[in-house]
């Protein structure tokens, strides 16, 4: 079920990625000392039942090293679901990128005259210089 509802249906990052996570992986992360139900950094993690609950998916929760989410999900399901989760998330993080990042084309990069023309004049004053 979206978050939000009306005016159109829009899902959280949270959601999202709780559909991509396995319903078998239940795990808690710590990544700091502080008082872990009061954490407004939102640093630790907690997936239960597939569903993340707190947190954020970061390079030290997500890594494939120990105690991870990507080494839990093989450990505990095995290479198929890692598999499946490692594309989905690929899928999802470009699916955002193509809608909210920009591009730079060849025509972004090219000089307009007077650009050029003033590239000319410092290049003119340099030569006089060193030259």
Known sequence: MPA???PVPLWTGK???????????????RKDKDDFWRNVKDSGMIIRRGELIMGA??????GS?????????????????TNYF???AQRIVNNWLTMN????????????????????????KTDKIYW
Do not use: Y
């Open 4 to 6: 939000i509802i009306k």
């Open 15 to 29: 959601q999202i990625m709780s559909m991509i996570i396995p319903s078998k992986i239940s795990m808690i992360q």
């Open 57 to 62: 998916l970061q390079k030290e929760i997500v």
């Open 65 to 81: 090293g120990a105690g991870g989410l990507i080494h839990n999900i093989w450990l505990d399901i095995g290479p198929d679901a």
């Open 86 to 88: 490692l594309t989905t």
């Open 101 to 124: 990042s920009f591009s730079v084309g060849a025509a972004d990069v090219v000089p307009t005259a007077n650009c050029r023309h003033r590239i000319s004049l410092e290049r003119d």
